[in-house]
T-cell receptor, first 112, second 114 residues
């Protein structure tokens, strides 16, 4: 059974801080790992990672995958209150009909 | 604009009643999914469909049913057999090919059983 574990489950920081969110996984026949941001209702796509060691970057957010150690991190630098959200990590397996298995998410709160 | 529309956004149900949640997409995506989200938990897969007239159970299908008569539509029925139906329900879709991994989500339906 595929498994995704995120840590920490919740995090409170102040604006300007840098945060690192963690995602470890166990999956049969790994295809990809994805990060989503859920602010109110619908999760929105952030990054898709398929290869180890290649950093994906979008503004203040970046993510990297380690397929040997089976984990990924999501970094957010110079946090803003608008970064407050639930960050979800999901893995997709080639042997699981392309279904996504999600972790429990990290709830990030950024205080002014 | 292309996207996924879920309705209703909020729904109240008495115990013993069935309720159907609507999900419509105009993204021309082949695959559609239903997830359930409880507080402090991630998304758990209820049912998914990769093509019209075909669907498979996910990890928590008991007490739920679906249909896929049209590519655009994937309604979810929460039956009275679902023991703890109060939750936030998310519908999602994905394309085939290169973009097959990325899910596009609807805004969700929050069901409360009274």
């Amino acid at each position: 059974e595929d498994k995704v574990v995120q840590s920490p489950l919740s995090l409170v920081v102040h604006e300007g801080d840098t945060v690192t969110l963690n995602c470890s996984y166990e999956v049969t026949n790994f295809r990809s790992l994805l990060w989503y941001k859920q602010e109110k209702k619908a999760p929105t796509f952030l990054f898709m990672l398929t290869s180890s060691g290649i950093e994906k970057k979008s503004g203040r957010l970046s993510s990297i995958l380690d397929k040997k150690e089976l984990f990924s991190i999501l970094n957010i630098t110079a946090t803003q209150t608008g970064d407050s959200a639930i960050y979800l990590c999901a893995v997709v397996s080639n042997t699981n009909a392309g279904k996504s298995t999600f972790g429990d998410g990290t709830t990030l709160t950024v205080k002014p | 604009d292309g996207g996924i529309t879920q309705s209703p956004k909020y729904l109240f149900r008495k115990e013993g009643q069935n309720v159907t949640l609507s999900c419509e997409q105009n993204l021309n995506h082949d695959a559609m999914y239903w997830y359930r989200q409880d507080p402090g938990q991630g998304l758990r897969l209820i049912y998914y469909s990769q093509i019209v007239n075909d669907f498979q159970k996910g990890d928590i299908a008991e007490g739920y049913s679906v249909s896929r008569e049209k590519k655009e539509s994937f309604p979810l029925t929460v039956t009275s057999a679902q023991k703890n139906p109060t939750a936030f329900y998310l519908c999602a879709s994905s394309s085939q090919g290169v973009g097959a991994n990325v899910l596009t989500f609807g805004a969700g339906s929050r069901l409360t059983v009274l």
